[in-house]
């Protein structure tokens, strides 16, 4: 079995970044800022990152379930919840890695 990694902080990929494109981290940084900003500003238009995946926002229906606690019938109200679908080229490329 493979030993696991950490996962990169935020600092280590804007160095990452900073490094592979001979920037200043204050520049890199900012770039990821505005890309935070304008990701959830287009999110209702669905934001796509070529390559790796879109946000898009996906309607739940009202629906019934339960109080863990009580063992009582709740309704769920309907509500509109953010998601993330991964691109086809993004899962081929980190699961065929993997094997």
């Known amino acids: 079995m493979a030993k696991a990694t950490k996962a990169m902080s935020k600092t280590a990929i804007i160095a990452h970044f900073a490094n592979k494109f001979d920037m200043k981290k204050k520049d890199v940084a900012a770039v990821f800022e505005e890309l935070a900003t304008?990701?959830?500003?287009?999110a209702k238009n669905t934001f796509t990152l070529p390559g790796i995946g879109k946000l898009v926002l996906v309607h739940r229906k009202e629906r019934l379930g339960r109080n863990p606690k009580t063992g009582e019938t709740i309704t769920i109200p309907a509500k509109t919840v953010v998601k993330f679908r991964?691109?086809?080229a993004c899962k081929e490329s980190v699961?065929?890695?993997k094997r």
Not at 38 to 42: G, M, Q, R, T
């Open 86 to 88: 991964v691109a086809k």
């Open 38 to 42: 304008l990701a959830y500003k287009e």
């Open 95 to 97: 699961l065929s890695s």
